[in-house]
C-alpha cells in the first residue's frame, strides 16, 4: 500500500552570516529511508523531535516533493497527483483540526461530503457508524469550538474516515487526551482495521499508542530509519533490561550473582536488572537458595527507555 | 433522467456545490458573531454621520467637487459606510486567519485536501462579503437616507448592476487580499503588510474622499489602479454616473482587475506552496 525507497529530503536553508551576507546551508531532513506497508498494516513511526517523521508524512501526502528517491502510496506518486491521492487517504493532527471552528461538527461533516464527492448511502452510513463507535451523537450540532480536546479529536478522527480511506495517517492523535479519551480512541482505530482493513501510519511520542495498537515499529532518528520490525524485535535491538525486584529479611550488602547486576539498593530491598532476552528462573533460583528472600517481582522494560537508549 | 445525474457528477458541478458550500459556511460563520456585527453596524453608521457632516461642509464651499453635487457626495459617503466590511475597504477579512495558519503550519491541512486554496479562501470570503452586506450594510445604508437627502436610484436595474459591480469589487479585493495574505510564506508575521494594505486600500478605494476629487495625474492614476474597483466604481454604478458602453467598460475594468490579481495568486500560491515544509509539522 505504501512503498517507500531511498528517500531523501533536502532543506536548502538560509543563515545570516555577518551584516548582509547569507550563506547557504543544506540541512537534510531525511536522508534516504525504505520501507514498505502493506494492506490492512497497522505501523507505529516513531522518532523524537526533528527526526524526520513530519517531513515523511509530508511527502507520503504529496505536499512536499521529494529530493530522491521512490515513492508510491496506494500506486500513485503523491506529489504528481496531490489531488487525486487526497480523496484516497485520511489524516488527522491531534495538534491541528480540519474542522470548521465557528460552526456546528455536522457542517464540516457535509462540507466533507462535497469535498471528496462521497456518495450519498456512503456517506450516510460512514457517518452512522462514526457517530455510534466515537459517541459524537449529542455533538453533532455543537459548534467546535465549544469542543473539549477529546471531543474534537473524536470528530477530526470522524471527519478523516467518512470518505472510506485506504490509508489513514495519524499525527499525535492521543495528545492532550484524558486516559477515558485515548482509550475510546485507540478501541476505535483498532476497530477500524479490524473491519475495515484500513492501513495506518501512526507517529505519536505516547508509546503506549504503539504497544497497544501497532504489531510493527519503525524508529526514525537524523533522518533514518534505526529500526524497523516487530515491538519484541526492538528490545533485543535496544538491549533493553528487565528487572527483578527483590524484598530480602534484612538491610544486606549489594547481591552479586552472575548474570545480572545490582542497580540499587534500599533498605532490604535490592533492584537486579538482566538482559530481557535471558530467563529470570535461574536467576530466581540462585538468589533463593543464596540469600534470606521474602518477596520478588520482575519488572518488564519499559518501550520509553528501549527508544532513548537508542536515540543516545 | 439520466442528462440530469451526468449532469450533477460532473466535475464542475461537483465543485461548484463544493465551494457553495464553502461560501455557505463563510456566511453562516460569520453570522454566528452577533455582537461583532453589532458593534460594526454602530461603527459604521457614527462614522457615516462624521463623514457626512465633513463632506457637507466640504461641497457647501466647493459645490461639484470631484464632479458630485452634495446630495451624490453624501450618497458616495453612505455606500462608502456600506460597503466597508464586505469589501474589506480597510482590509481585514481573512487574510489575518490564512497568514496565522501560515504561521502555525496549520495550512498544512488546507494543503491536504482535495481542494483549491484560492478557490476555498475566495468562496469562504465571498459567504463572509455576503453576509456582512445585508448584516452590515443595510442598516448604516437606511440609517443615511434617513437622516439626509441622498441621490439613490428608483429604477431595479442600476440597483442590480450595483450588486454585480458589488460582487466583482468584492472579488478584486479577495485577490488583493489573498496576495496580501500569502506573503506570510516569506514574511511570517503579516502585522507590517496588513497595515500597509489597510492604508493604501482606504486611500485608493475611495473610502475617505472620492477619488475624482484627487487633482490631476494622481488621480487619474488611482482611478485605474484596482482598488478602485472596490468602492469608486461600485458608487459610480449606483450614482448612474456610468451609461452605455461607459457602463460596461466600468464593470469590465473590475472584472480585468480581478481576473488579473486571480491569476497572480494562483502563480504565488504554487510558489508558496513549495515553502510550506519548513514551518512546522
Same mark, same amino acid.
Given at each position: 500500500m505504501i512503498e517507500v525507497e531511498d528517500l531523501r529530503k533536502v532543506f536548502a536553508v538560509r543563515r545570516r552570516a555577518g551584516r548582509l551576507r547569507r550563506t547557504r546551508h543544506e540541512v537534510r531532513a531525511v536522508g534516504g529511508i525504505s520501507f514498505s506497508v502493506p494492506r490492512g498494516e497497522m505501523v507505529g513511526y516513531i522518532g523524537p523531535n526533528g527526526a524526520g517523521k513530519s517531513t515523511t508524512i509530508k511527502m507520503l501526502t504529496g505536499i512536499l516533493t521529494p529530493s530522491s528517491g521512490r515513492l508510491r502510496v496506494a500506486g500513485i506518486d503523491p506529489a504528481r497527483e496531490r489531488t487525486r491521492l487526497a480523496r484516497r487517504i485520511g489524516v488527522v493532527f491531534g495538534q491541528r483540526?480540519? @474542522?470548521?471552528?465557528?460552526? #456546528? @461538527?455536522l457542517d464540516s461533516y457535509r462540507l466533507m461530503r462535497r469535498m471528496y464527492r462521497i456518495p450519498d448511502d456512503r456517506y450516510h452510513a460512514n457517518l452512522a457508524r462514526c457517530t455510534e463507535l466515537l459517541d459524537l451523537g449529542d455533538l453533532?450540532?455543537? #459548534?467546535?469550538?465549544? @469542543?473539549s480536546l477529546g471531543q474534537r479529536m473524536r470528530g477530526d478522527i470522524a471527519a478523516a474516515l467518512l470518505h472510506d480511506p485506504e490509508v489513514l495517517y495519524l499525527d499525535e492523535p492521543t495528545i492532550g487526551l484524558d486516559v477515558l479519551s485515548k482509550a475510546k480512541v485507540r478501541e476505535f482505530l483498532r476497530e477500524l482495521n479490524a473491519d475495515r482493513g484500513t492501513t495506518v501510519l501512526l507517529t505519536t511520542h505516547d508509546l503506549s499508542d504503539i504497544e497497544q495498537l501497532c504489531k510493527r515499529v519503525m524508529v526514525i532518528d537524523h533522518g533514518r530509519l534505526m529500526y524497523d520490525g516487530d515491538l519484541d524485535g526492538l528490545h533485543a535491538v535496544g538491549e533493553s533490561e528487565r528487572m527483578l525486584v527483590i524484598d530480602l529479611e534484612r538491610e544486606l550488602p549489594p547481591i552479586d550473582v552472575a548474570g545480572c547486576r545490582t542497580v540499587k539498593v534500599e533498605g532490604p530491598r535490592q533492584w537486579l536488572a538482566f538482559p530481557a532476552g535471558a530467563s529470570a528462573a535461574p536467576l530466581v533460583a540462585e538468589v533463593a537458595e543464596r540469600w534470606p528472600l521474602v518477596d520478588l517481582s520482575v519488572r518488564e522494560p519499559d518501550i520509553e527507555d528501549v527508544i532513548a537508549r537508542m536515540y543516545a | 433522467m439520466r442528462e440530469w445525474n451526468g449532469l450533477r457528477d460532473a466535475p464542475a458541478v461537483q465543485a461548484l456545490r463544493l465551494y457553495g458550500l464553502v461560501a455557505a459556511g463563510g456566511f453562516r460563520r460569520f453570522s454566528t458573531y452577533r455582537a461583532a456585527t453589532a458593534a460594526g453596524v454602530f461603527t459604521n453608521t457614527v462614522f457615516g454621520f462624521i463623514l457626512a457632516y465633513t463632506f457637507i461642509a466640504l461641497w457647501h464651499e466647493r459645490p461639484q467637487l470631484g464632479g458630485y453635487d452634495q446630495a451624490q457626495a453624501l450618497t458616495f459617503v453612505w455606500v462608502g459606510q456600506a460597503l466597508l466590511a464586505p469589501a474589506a475597504l480597510l482590509g481585514f477579512g481573512f487574510q489575518e486567519e490564512l497568514q496565522e495558519r501560515i504561521r502555525s503550519g496549520d495550512v498544512a491541512v488546507d494543503l491536504y485536501r482535495p481542494a483549491d486554496l484560492q478557490l476555498w479562501w475566495c468562496a469562504h470570503d465571498m459567504g463572509r462579503a455576503a453576509f456582512q452586506l445585508l448584516g452590515r450594510g443595510i442598516v448604516p445604508m437606511a440609517a443615511g437616507a434617513l437622516a439626509f437627502e441622498l441621490a439613490l436610484p428608483t429604477a431595479v436595474h442600476t440597483w442590480l448592476l450595483f450588486l454585480l459591480s458589488v460582487a466583482l469589487g468584492c472579488v478584486v479585493s479577495f485577490a488583493i487580499r489573498y496576495l496580501v495574505g500569502l506573503a506570510a510564506f516569506w514574511l511570517l508575521d503579516g502585522q507590517g503588510i496588513n497595515m500597509i494594505n489597510a492604508l493604501v486600500a482606504m486611500l485608493l478605494s475611495g !473610502?475617505?474622499?472620492?477619488? !475624482?476629487?484627487?487633482?490631476g495625474a494622481f488621480g487619474d492614476i488611482a482611478q485605474a489602479l484596482p482598488w478602485a474597483a472596490m468602492l469608486q466604481v461600485p458608487a459610480d454604478v449606483l450614482l448612474g454616473r456610468h451609461t452605455g458602453a461607459g457602463l460596461a467598460g466600468a464593470l469590465a475594468f473590475q472584472a480585468v482587475w480581478g481576473a488579473a490579481l486571480l491569476a497572480a495568486g494562483r502563480a504565488m500560491q504554487a510558489v508558496a506552496t513549495r515553502k510550506v515544509v519548513v514551518q512546522g509539522g
Open positions: 483540526t480540519t @474542522l470548521w471552528w465557528d460552526l #456546528p @461538527l453533532l450540532e455543537v #459548534p467546535v469550538r465549544q @469542543l | !473610502t475617505l474622499l472620492p477619488l !475624482t476629487v484627487f487633482p
